[in-house]
Every structure is written in structure tokens, then in C-alpha cells.
Nanobody, 124 residues
Framework: QLQLVESGGGLVQPGGSLRLSCAASGFTLDYYAIGWFRQAPGKEREFVVGISWVGGSTVYADSVKGRFTISRDNAKSTLYLQMNSLEPEDTAVYYC?????????????????WGQGTQVTVVS
């Protein structure tokens, strides 16, 4: 059974960094798109960044361009999200999600599989 497990969240000061991980099991990631989404309290879940496992093309939300970097480890079937220059507005639960697709969708309803989420809190 396909599973996604996020880790790496925590508490960090503004300007700090965190690296999130998303470990996939139960399937091979070829021809899947994997996305990171986040949901802040009282707000809708929003797309952050995604990657097409085949080819490695990426799509970033404007709000994180230049600060966040997505990467993958094929051998470990693991996705990473390096988050630098964190701001209080980045505080949210971060989710990874997967869909059998080469292009990277940005709408959450396009994704079929979701992890449980990991909390990121940016506070002074």
C-alpha cells in the first residue's frame, strides 16, 4: 500500500532553516509527481512546490521561490524540502502528496495520496 511519511518539522526562529523529508513506500515513484503543500491555521491548504520524479522538473509557488528547494533521493524514494530564510508566514502543517502524473499539478484535488503532515512553526 502506498504510504507517504513526512518528518523534520519543528520550531525555528525567523531567518532559520529546516529540512523536511517525505519517505515513500509501497510503490515506485517513476511517473509520479510529488508535491509539498501547507496549511496554516484558519487558511486553506496551498501548494508550495512539486517535482516530477521522471526528469526532475520542478514548480515553485512564488511565495517560496529563492528560499525553498525541493530535491529527491531516488535510491531512498525520499523527497526533501530545504527551507531557508523562514518567516513567520511559513508557519503551517506541511504535507507531501503524490499523484501518478508527469506534469506537476498545483491543485490539491489532483493528488491521490497524502502524508500525515509535519508542523513547522516560525516564531521569535
Amino acid at each position: 500500500q502506498l504510504q507517504l511519511v513526512e518528518s523534520g518539522g519543528g520550531l525555528v526562529q525567523p531567518g532559520g532553516s529546516l529540512r523536511l523529508s517525505c519517505a515513500a513506500s509501497g510503490f515506485t515513484l517513476d511517473y509520479y509527481a510529488i508535491g509539498w503543500f501547507r496549511q496554516a491555521p484558519g487558511k486553506e491548504r496551498e501548494f508550495v512546490v512539486g517535482i516530477s520524479w521522471v526528469g526532475g522538473s520542478t514548480v515553485y509557488a512564488d511565495s517560496v521561490k529563492g528560499r525553498f528547494t525541493i530535491s529527491r533521493d531516488n535510491a531512498k524514494s525520499t523527497l526533501y524540502l530545504q527551507m531557508n530564510s523562514l518567516e513567520p508566514e511559513d508557519t503551517a502543517v506541511y504535507y507531501c502528496a503524490a499523484v501518478f502524473s508527469v506534469p506537476v499539478p498545483q491543485r490539491e484535488e489532483k493528488y491521490d495520496f497524502w502524508g500525515q503532515g509535519t508542523q513547522v512553526t516560525v516564531v521569535s
